[in-house]
Structures are given as C-alpha cells and as structure tokens.
C-alpha cells in the first residue's frame, strides 16, 4: 500500500540503495541478511512501499551506517514517509481535504532544515497572517465552502508552527515588490500583514528580502519556488515549483544546482534585509 507521500519515499528510497550500493551489497544480499524477500527491498528502494522506522535501523545496521545524524534523518524520513508516528503528522487530520502534493509538501516543510523560497505574487506562507491567508484562499479558489476555506487556513498557520519549533526552520525569502503592494484583502488586511512581516523579518532565523521594481527583469520572472534542504544528506534537497492546481518537485542534482544559483542571483539583486525592512516601514506609510 502507498499511502505516504511519494517524495519522501522515493528520495528515501534512493539513499538506502545509494548506502546498499557503498555497503557492496546486492538487493537480494541485503534481503538475505535481514530474513526479507528481495522485493521487500525493491519496493523500498523503489518508493513503491512504506517502510517502518524500525526497518530503517535494520538496514542501516545491515549497510553499517553508523552516523547518529545520519541514522537518525533516515529513521525521521521513514516516518514522514508514511511509517512513523502519526501524531506527529497532524495533516493526517485533513486527508479528505488536502491534495496528495500539498501532503507531500508539508512533509518536506516539517523535516527541512532550511527553506529558500522566491514568491513573485503572494506572501510566503510560513509568513501570513490568518486574515491575509483567508483573502488569498478565497481568490485562488473561489466558491469554495466556507467550512472548506476554515480547514484550509488552519492548515496554513499551523504549518507556521515549523518557525517557532525548538529547532525553527531556517528561512530565507526573496519576495517581489509587488507581492507587498497587491492589495489582497483589502487595506487593513495588507496593513496587518506588513507588520507581521516587520516581526518575523527580525528572528535570527528568517531573512526576508525584497526585489525592488528597479531591478527590472530578473531570473525569478519564471515563477516562485522553494528549495528545501536537510542536514546532513544534501542528496535529499529538493526544488518545489507550485502550479494552480498540483506542484512539481525537482530531484535531479542538475535541476538543484540552478534553482540554488538562481537564488543566489536573485538574493544578489535583491535589498539587504535592512534596506527590506525600510522598504516595508515606506510601503505601509503610504509610499
């Protein structure tokens, strides 16, 4: 059965068989050793099944991985891939109404260490006020139930809870300045929502900056992206590209490389956090 979501077990799939590999182990070897069917271990690698913590540790005692860092990432990806405690998965509770890939992307947000995200219309996520999130999931799905809009803005703020954790996500955001002109929600809404982002931009563990309209062209034009990386095995990082109606995860180390330098370029072009800010501070006078 494939019920958890698929990026996790492919890209944790691929890291036990890029281990089995450096172990000199075949598939069927490894199977042998834990007392499995080869296609117990194919399915695994394959992210065609779930796979149990417990199993986890098992084959990476088989492959002699002994990085408590290592072992631990893995064991933690098994749970988010499905075969973990539940508990700590809370959007369990909205299967019926959230997407397969949006499952998927909270997976990633919830175990990522660090998240680099470029957003040309809409203010992050992690980011928005409750106000401001009802106002975008109002205009980006209309005429859906009011019940329905509720669910899905507690699902946003409760994603935020990844930045006040003991160990916070590390963010750092690269927003257009259109993004904090567009009056979503009206003046008061956008008023609000401003601030907010005067009070996260100052945790050391957010950047926040602003590409001014004076840049002119750049890179980021075609279309906001995240990038997610987790400590330790830079193998599993992953590109999230976000479309009306389903998102694109990127795995390929070709496809990483440019999204990580079109960042970096976009970071380069954009305001200091400083000079962010005072943007922000001019933007909610009236300027």
């Not at 450096?22 to 695994?44: F, M, P």
């Not at 065609?48 to 290592?70: F, I």
């Not at 193998?235 to 694109?248: E, F, K, P």
Request: aromatic share 6%; glycine share 8%.
């Amino acid at each position: 059965m494939r019920h958890g979501p698929a990026v996790r077990r492919r890209k944790l799939g691929e890291e036990l068989r890029g281990l089995r590999d450096r172990a000199g182990l075949t598939s069927g070897e490894a199977a042998s050793l834990l007392g499995w069917h080869q296609s117990k271990v194919s399915r695994i690698e394959t992210g065609r099944t779930n796979v149990k913590p417990v199993d986890v540790t098992r084959l990476l005692d088989a492959y002699g991985v002994r990085d408590p860092r290592a072992r631990a990432l893995l064991e933690a990806l098994a749970g988010s891939a499905g075969g973990g405690d539940r508990r700590r998965q809370w959007w369990h509770a909205y299967r019926g109404l959230l997407p397969p890939e949006y499952r998927d992307f909270i997976s990633l947000e919830a175990e990522a260490c660090t998240a680099r995200s470029v957003e040309l219309a809409v203010v992050p996520g992690l980011l928005q006020t409750e106000a401001y999130a009802r106002a975008v999931t109002r205009a980006a799905l209309d005429g859906l139930p009011d019940e329905k809009v509720d669910a899905l803005v507690r699902v946003r703020l409760a994603r935020q809870s990844v930045l006040w954790a003991d160990t916070p996500l590390q963010l750092s955001a690269v927003v257009d300045e259109a993004v904090l002109r567009r009056q979503v929600g009206g003046p008061r809404v956008m008023a609000e929502q401003l601030r907010k982002l005067q009070e996260m931009a100052r945790l050391p563990h957010v950047r926040l900056q602003v590409l001014p309209f004076s840049v002119g062209g750049h890179v980021g034009l075609t279309g906001p992206f995240i990038i997610f990386s987790f400590p330790n095995i830079s193998d599993l990082d992953v590109v999230v590209l976000d479309h009306l109606t389903s998102s694109l995860y990127l795995e390929r180390k070709a496809d990483l490389e440019a999204y990580s330098a079109a960042f970096r370029t976009l970071q380069a072009h954009a305001l200091s956090p400083e000079g962010s800010s005072d943007l922000l501070t001019r933007i909610g006078d009236g300027a």
